[in-house]
């Protein structure tokens, strides 16, 4: 191995500015930077403060200017509905000057927020870099969530205008959006001006004129907008993502540290160059999706592919396949889950041997842990790299991977490999000292992070201060737990918050809790992540009733699932809510959520010191095995 890698990471954490100076100097400026890195007002530091620049000029114009305006952007495939597309630089940008329009008509203007609630559609990312040519920022929500997360981030966002679709497709089933964005607006304090709604093909809906209008009737009477110059920490959008409690936190993006970041990754990280194909498998409501499936390849001028489908079932395990086989696609980003559901339905491959994918470089994984297993399958399989790396919506890139575009490193399974040029990444342990190699602690990261990283929560500076900046002088919190080893490779062993990883979507066991104790019957509840094969984690609640109840325990059961997929969404995943007599507490309150997670999990547990009545546990166990969470004997 050469010391390539390890110069470029030294590099980047010593001069952090002169670094980074060097990867904005690739990025087009309306005006160059002069200050690189104020770090005058800790924890809020500003990256290029002086730099003019936009978001949508570096993912479109800049291609065409350079004359490459005929190369292919974007391939739509949508094995749900049976369509495909494509389309160059010169007509995505078209397209996204002509919303960018007829937002503008609308009344929108610079720093109004724009909530985009799409299925995975060509006028998603239209609607997205629209945004960008005018410096609206908008959040993106997904569409498996409920009316009342999307009215929450209606009210904290204080969005303007709310852009959706007539419906999104699920295998089996229809998404009609319209009445989830009705009962949102209905329930969102903040009133929003307008509505502007793509109908799809053969499932129009009703508007009701002048305040809800179509996509198609605004584009047309609207004129193409040119960019507008945006100062770099200005924000490009707010994405959303689960907290500690039922309130989202709105992670916003800067401008300027976002491009170069971003642009930087494609090549050191993913060693992916202009006009390679490029595919990440997710949605654009999650950061992966924002991140590389919309704004990093376009910064690159890459060709990036849309994918509206699942690994399985759109229609078989051979899904993935034929995309990376038909668009001669370099490397894919999933999430692990993707792969365990393909392995689930064709162990063998048997759909992998009908494609050709000479052309597949390598496979790149992240949302939750790889399991060894999973790898090594993939590895098997597809006979190329298969990397893990791991990330986060507050950084909107790796932390830590396999730079595989600087040197490629030897595989460690179960590690997310080292830490990324940028991320200055340590592990404290509960005495607040640094740790050893191979010591557990808190993953944390040396303060200022890196560009294209979150500079503050929207509207929730003290909130950014307290949760992320405050437990440990100096550094970000990641919320993650885990070690580093003798050799700099980082392992991720858990979340140290209420956060569980379902299918590599993000979710709060304490947000389903809240949904939870509103149910009149439930006295208290704990919902906790259990491991499984498939989605990694899946959501449980123990619920406990109200005295003299008299309602039935399968009736609350079932009322308890339907509460949290009206209020949450079905990506919550929540299927099962098992009533108990009483849960396992300490002698001062505390329910204890690690050790029935064990007794769940079917792992060795410690009987806690400071447990009230160890007889619970039993009982726990009991009604577990009753429900087929748990084997008995
Ligand atoms: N709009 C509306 N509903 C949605 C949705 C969307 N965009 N995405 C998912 N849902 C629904 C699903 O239909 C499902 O509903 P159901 O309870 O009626 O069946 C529910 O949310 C749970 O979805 P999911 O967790 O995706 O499970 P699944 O069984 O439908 O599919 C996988 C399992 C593994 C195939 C799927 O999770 C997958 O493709 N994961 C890829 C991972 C990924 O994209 N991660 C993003 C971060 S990288
Ligand atoms: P999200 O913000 O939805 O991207 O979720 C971020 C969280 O997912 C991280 O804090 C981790 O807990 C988990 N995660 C993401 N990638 C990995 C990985 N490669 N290995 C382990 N955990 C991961």
């Known amino acids: 191995m050469s010391d390539k890698f390890k110069e470029i990471y030294r590099k980047s954490i010593e001069s952090p500015e002169n670094f980074w100076k060097e990867a904005s100097d690739d990025i087009f400026w309306f005006k160059k930077p002069t200050k690189i890195l104020n770090k005058s007002n800790p924890p809020f530091y500003k990256w290029f403060e002086d730099g003019v620049t936009n978001t949508c000029y570096n993912a479109l114009d800049i291609h065409i200017d350079r004359g490459q305006g005929k190369k292919t952007a974007l391939i739509y495939d949508s094995p749900i509905t049976g369509k495909k597309s494509k389309l160059t630089y010169e007509e995505l940008r078209s397209k996204v000057s002509i919303f960018a329009g007829a937002l503008k008509d609308q009344g929108v203007n610079k720093g109004d927020r724009i909530i985009i609630y799409m299925p995975m559609i060509p006028e998603a990312v239209v609607a997205m870099l629209a945004c960008a040519r005018i410096g609206a920022i908008h959040s993106v929500v997904f569409g498996g969530f409920a009316s009342n997360e999307l009215a929450s981030r209606i009210d904290d966002s204080r969005a303007k205008v709310l852009v959706t679709a007539s419906c999104g497709f699920e295998p089996g089933r229809t998404v009609e959006y319209k009445p989830l964005v009705d009962e949102a607006i ?5 009133k929003i001006d307008k509505m502007i709604l793509f109908q799809r093909s053969g499932h129009e809906v009703k508007l009701n004129a002048p305040k809800e209008v179509s996509w198609e009737e605004v584009v047309s009477k609207a004129n193409e907008v040119d960019c507008v110059e945006m100062n770099s920490n200005e924000f490009a959008y707010i994405l959303y993502t689960s907290g500690t409690t039922g309130t989202p936190k709105g992670i916003v993006r800067d401008i300027g540290g976002h491009i170069v970041a971003l642009k930087w990754t494609m090549k050191n990280i993913y060693n992916i160059d202009a006009g390679d194909i490029w595919w ?88 939750e842990r790889a399991d060894p297993d999973t790898i090594k399958w993939a590895e098997n399989l597809l006979n ?76 929730a500076d ?14 970000y919190q990641t919320y993650d737990a885990g070690h580093i080893d003798e050799d700099g490779y980082i392992w991720i062993m858990s979340r140290t918050d209420d956060i569980i990883n379902v299918a590599g979507h993000r979710l709060s066991t304490g947000a389903i809790e809240e949904v939870l104790s509103e149910h009149q019957s439930v006295a208290e509840c704990a919902v906790l992540g259990i491991a499984d094969k498939l989605k990694g984690q899946l959501p449980i609640g123990l619920i406990v009733l109200k005295a003299g109840v008299e309602k039935d325990n399968e009736t ?28 396992p507490k300490t002698r001062s309150g505390k329910i204890l959520r690690g050790t029935i997670r064990k007794i769940a999990d079917d792992v060795e547990y410690k009987m806690p010191p400071t447990i009230d009545d160890p007889a619970i546990l039993s009982e726990i166990k009991e009604d577990l095995i009753k429900n087929n969470i748990l084997k008995g004997g």
């Open 186 to 190: 209905k329930l969102a304090n903040h």
């Open 462 to 475: 003290k909130r950014y201060k307290e949760n992320y900046m405050s437990n440990y002088d100096g550094y």
């Open 556 to 583: 609350i059961s079932k009322e308890c699932i339907q509460m949290v997929r009206d209020k949450i969404g079905p990506v919550a995943a929540f299927k099962v809510a098992i009533v108990i007599k009483r849960l």
């Open 280 to 367: 990440s498998a997710s949605d654009i409501g999650w950061i992966v999706g924002h991140s590389y499936i919309v704004y990093a390849p376009l910064f690159k001028g890459c060709t990036t592919v849309l994918f509206e489908g699942k690994p399985v079932g759109t229609p078989d395990a051979g899904a993935f396949w034929k995309i990376i086989s038909d668009y001669k696609v370099k490397s894919l980003f999933t999430a692990p889950t993707a792969f365990r559901a393909i392995k689930k339905e064709d162990p063998e491959g048997k759909f992998f041997s009908k494609y050709d994918l000479s052309k597949f470089e390598s496979l790149f994984l992240a949302g």
């Open 384 to 459: 190329v790299p298969v990397i893990d790396h791991w990330w986060q919506t507050e950084t909107s890139w790796a932390i830590s991977s396999n730079c595989t575009g600087i040197e490629m490193m030897e595989t460690k399974y179960g590690s997310a490999c080292k830490a990324v040029p940028g991320y200055d990444v340590k592990v404290i342990k509960s005495d607040q000292t640094l740790a050893k190699p191979n010591e557990m602690g808190d993953i944390v990261v040396k303060l200022p992070l890196p560009p294209g990283t979150f500079p503050t929560l929207w509207n």
